[in-house]
C-alpha cells in the first residue's frame, strides 16, 4: 500500500541522515519532508535524499486525496463515526467493518463475527483429548489484517486507557504481544458488532449489561495462540 511505501521511504531517508550525523526528530509520517527541511543539510546529503523526499511528498499528496475519498464514502454511514470512536479504529478500519459485514442483523449474536472473520482458535479433538490450536484465518484476510493493526494501536500506540486495553495489556504478559494483539483484534470485531447491532456509543468502561456479554472475556479469546505477525493475519 501507498503507506507502507511511504513508511519504507521514510526509514531510508532516516537511516541516510543518521549515518551522516543528522537525526529527525519523530512526528507524523505527514510532516516528515517538512521536518527535513527545518534540517541545514550538507549539499550533497541533500542532493542525496532529494528523490525520497520528492516520492514521499508525492505520497502525501495521494494518501491525503485517498483518504478525503474515503471520508466522503464514509459519510453514507452512520456508523462509521461511532465506530472510529473505538481507540485504534480508524476511518479505514471503520469503513472496511461496515462494508464487510454490510447486514449486521445476520449474526444472531455479536461474538459471532469472531469466527466468521477467522479470528477464533481451531478445536482439536481426539478420543479425550480436546485442545485448541491457531486462529482458522477463515473469511476476509484483508479485514482480519485491519483489526490486527488496530489492536496494534489501541495497545502500543493509544495512551487512553479502556477496559480493553487493560484486558489486552494482561494477556500480552502472559503470551506475549502477538497473541495479545490477535485477541484484542477479536474483541474488537465483537465489540464493533454489537455497537452496529445496537446502536450504542463506545464507552471506554462501560461494560456493563449487554456490552459486557459482547466484549467479555471468553476461552475462545484467550486460548488464542496463533503465533503470527500482523502482516500475515
Not at 507524523?28 to 542525496?48: C, G, I, T
Not at 477464533?120 to 484476510?141: F, M, T, Y
Not at 449489561?209 to 486460548?223: F, L, Q, V, Y
Request: charged share 25%; glycine share 8%; net charge neutral.
Amino acid at each position: 500500500t501507498l503507506v507502507e511505501q511511504r513508511k519504507g521511504l521514510i526509514n531510508c531517508a532516516r537511516g541516510l541522515m543518521r549515518h551522516f550525523g543528522h537525526a529527525v526528530a519523530t512526528g507524523s509520517a505527514e510532516r516528515f519532508v517538512h521536518r527535513v527541511e527545518k534540517h541545514s543539510l550538507p549539499e550533497d546529503l541533500r542532493a542525496l535524499i532529494q528523490p525520497l523526499l520528492t516520492s514521499i511528498a508525492c505520497m502525501d499528496d495521494q494518501i491525503a486525496e485517498l483518504e478525503r475519498h474515503l471520508e466522503a464514502v464514509a459519510a453514507d454511514y452512520e456508523v462509521v463515526q461511532r465506530l472510529r470512536a473505538i481507540d485504534g479504529v480508524g476511518l479505514l478500519v471503520a469503513l472496511s467493518f461496515v462494508l464487510c459485514i454490510d447486514d449486521p442483523t445476520r449474526f444472531k449474536k455479536a461474538r459471532d463475527v469472531g469466527p466468521y472473520l477467522g479470528l477464533r482458535p481451531r478445536l482439536w479433538e481426539s478420543g479425550e483429548v480436546s485442545r485448541q490450536g491457531g486462529i482458522s484465518k477463515e473469511g476476509d484476510a484483508e479485514m482480519r489484517r485491519l483489526l490486527v493493526q488496530a489492536a496494534h494501536v489501541m495497545l502500543h500506540t493509544c495512551k487512553q486507557d479502556s477496559e480493553l486495553r487493560r484486558w489486552g495489556l494482561r494477556l500480552q504478559e502472559r503470551q506475549g504481544p502477538t497473541i495479545a494483539a490477535v485477541g484484542v483484534a477479536r474483541k474488537l470485531a465483537v465489540l464493533m458488532l454489537h455497537l452496529w447491532q445496537t446502536g450504542a456509543s463506545y464507552e471506554r468502561f462501560h461494560l456493563q449489561g449487554e456490552t459486557a456479554a459482547a466484549a467479555a472475556t471468553d476461552p475462545a479469546t484467550d486460548a488464542v495462540t496463533d503465533a503470527v505477525t500482523p502482516r500475515t493475519v
